[in-house]
């Protein structure tokens, strides 16, 4: 064993690390005959099998945001579904800030599987809906509150099931503002994605 190998096993030791599942079920998760939600649920249930059982002093959540956002248990992932919601991707990552501040690991990070841009944003007890486009309201919302993720040095990993251009912009826009990853994936290739950054996450302070 050589003195890197001895580095990594102590790195790997410390950092215990507390990440945050967003899964997206808004309604055009499952539009156009594509099943993305079954993927997400897939990959959820192995991510929570690997946290189980190789590092145990980890946490995950996970939770759904639609036209809002809650918290979900492990053993309700089969049973998930897409309902006609629009994407309120505030009200997750609001979520997900108040069940990492609950966290005592030092390490913290978000893992974010949508196929679209935010349309909703909640004003009082009102949503304020547009899926048109990227709707500047809605849109600077989600960024500031990027920016706010970032100062708490809680980075998002956006993994998008999407290939549409001005949906990359958006996830470019927002990936700068948190300082954060993004992926652009296949359906298939979205498990192998999920694991490669949790384990490369793991193994520095984030």
Not at 181 to 195: D, H, I, K, R, T
Request: glycine fraction near 6%; aromatic fraction near 10%; proline fraction near 3%.
């Amino acid at each position: 064993m050589t003195e890197e190998d001895l580095e990594v096993m102590e790195s790997e030791y410390k950092t215990q690390t507390s990440t945050v599942l967003m899964i997206d079920i808004s309604h055009s998760m499952i539009l156009y005959g594509e099943d993305r939600i079954t993927p997400a649920k897939k990959v959820a249930m192995a991510l929570a099998e690997l946290i189980t059982k190789k590092y145990p002093k980890d946490t995950l959540d996970i939770l759904v945001f639609g036209d809002d956002a809650w918290q979900i248990e492990i053993k309700d992932l089969p049973y998930l579904q897409v309902g006609p919601y629009h994407t309120n991707t505030v009200a997750g990552l609001e979520l997900a800030m108040d069940i990492l501040r609950r966290r005592k690991n030092a390490n913290k990070q978000i893992f974010m599987i949508t196929d679209g841009k935010p349309t909703c944003i909640k004003q009082g007890i009102k949503y304020y809906k547009n899926a048109f486009g990227l709707d500047q309201k809605i849109l600077s919302t989600t960024l500031n509150l990027a920016g706010q993720l970032r100062k708490l040095k809680i980075p998002v990993t956006t993994f998008m099931i999407a290939t549409d251009p001005y949906l990359k912009s958006f996830v470019r826009e927002f990936t700068k503002a948190n300082n954060g990853n993004a992926y652009y994936s296949s359906l298939e290739g979205l498990g192998n994605l999920v694991f490669e950054d949790f384990k490369r996450n793991r193994t520095k302070n984030l």
